[in-house]
């Protein structure tokens, strides 16, 4: 059976509900992340397109990611948390940022990705797999 899971931004313009498995789960190390989550990594999980619900609007700043693909992130107007991310390679997929959910705790990361970028303060979890560029 298909896990319910909901979330949104901080001020709740933006909200959103899926009823699916995630497709993946992982930390991304890339330096776009970095700079767009202020953090060591982005956590981030991806559910089919076509099972998220999402109401509210927002908007989308695209780059191209260090896999040379765009990636379209997804930020409230209003409080300026981001919450989707659109991978260019992958749009049967949304991701979304894991500090988001309703309920963080189902977040199981299985992969550190672009690791080759990683921050030497950054206390990875050694027991996941490593990739250091987009596989």
Known sequence: ???????????RAIRYECEADPVFMLNCHCRDCQKANGSAFAAILAVPVAAVRLSGETRYYRVV????????????????????IKIGRRPDVLGLQAGCLDDPSVYRPTK??????????????????????DP
């Open 65 to 84: 990611g260090d896999s040379g693909h765009p990636v379209d992130r997804g930020f409230c107007q209003a409080c300026g948390s981001q919450v989707t």
């Open 1 to 11: 059976m298909a896990q319910m899971m909901s979330g949104g931004c901080a001020c």
């Open 112 to 133: 550190d990705l672009f690791t080759s970028s990683a921050q030497s303060w950054d206390p990875m979890d050694r027991t996941l797999k490593k990739d250091p560029k």
